[in-house]
């Protein structure tokens, strides 16, 4: 049984660079494409992106500015940059594995708050 | 930028059937998945590709698609039912996924 396990740090300040990594265990990367999803306080989900185990990636457009997504599958780890923060990026950001044919994230961190502030 | 239409709410007693509707241009063309959400946890895949239900999955939930309405139907809902639910597609390229705005179903 695949385990996703976000770790970064949980307070950023405004203007800098959100960090965060998100270790797989127990199933391959190929396959797969994994996934970055966000959830401020009380509201909905939604999608930052994804990367593929070769590292091609997708990003929301109303993000892609700001992010950046990579893969390392010799340390069984892919992570996520999101720049120029702001209290907006405030979420509990989740790192999730979609399955390439059926396209469903069947696997899923437990999430980890981040908060933006000063 | 591509969007998903949810119900904000949806309130049903025990029993009783729970409708849940998720709209958007793309989906004659790209299949439909929804998730249920309990506080504090990650989401749960309960219906993929419309109408296709995990193992797992008790068989009280179902989906199904009319055009460009897809529907979350919960049979006899039970109050281990009460969570937020949402509907997640892509767009028309399939490139990009979206998720709804999430739906609060409500067990009175």
């Known amino acids: 049984q695949v385990q996703l396990q976000e770790s970064g740090p949980g307070l950023v300040k405004p203007s800098e660079t959100l960090s965060l990594s998100c270790s797989v265990s127990?199933?391959?990367?190929?396959?797969?494409?994994w996934t970055w999803i966000r959830q401020p306080a009380g509201k909905g989900l939604e999608w930052i992106g994804r990367?593929?185990?070769?590292?091609?990636?997708n990003y929301n457009p109303s993000l892609k500015s700001r992010v950046t997504m990579s893969v390392d599958t010799s340390k069984n780890q892919f992570s996520l940059k999101l720049t120029s923060v702001t209290a907006a990026d405030t979420a509990v950001y989740y790192c999730?594995?979609?399955?390439?044919?059926?396209?469903?994230?069947?696997?899923w961190g437990h999430g980890t708050l981040v908060t933006v502030s000063s | 930028s591509y969007e998903l239409t949810q119900p904000p709410s949806v309130s049903v007693s025990p029993g009783q059937t729970a409708r849940i509707t998720c709209s958007g241009d793309?989906?004659?063309?790209?299949?439909v998945y929804w998730y249920q959400q309990k506080p504090g946890q990650a989401p749960v895949l309960v219906i993929y590709?419309?109408?296709e239900r995990p193992s797992g999955i008790p068989e009280r939930f179902s989906g199904s698609s009319s055009g460009t309405t897809v529907t979350l139907t919960i049979n006899g809902v039970q109050a281990e039912d009460e969570a937020d639910y949402y509907c997640?597609?892509?767009?028309?390229?399939?490139?990009?996924?979206?998720f709804g705005g999430g739906t609060k179903l409500t067990v009175l």
């Open positions: 590709k419309d109408t």
């Open positions: 127990g199933g391959s990367f190929s396959g797969y494409y």
């Open positions: 793309a989906l004659p063309k790209q299949y």
């Open positions: 999730a594995r979609e399955e390439d044919q059926l396209r469903t994230y069947d696997s």
């Open positions: 997640q597609s892509a767009d028309s390229s399939g490139t990009y996924r979206e």
């Open positions: 990367v593929s185990a070769r590292g091609s990636t």
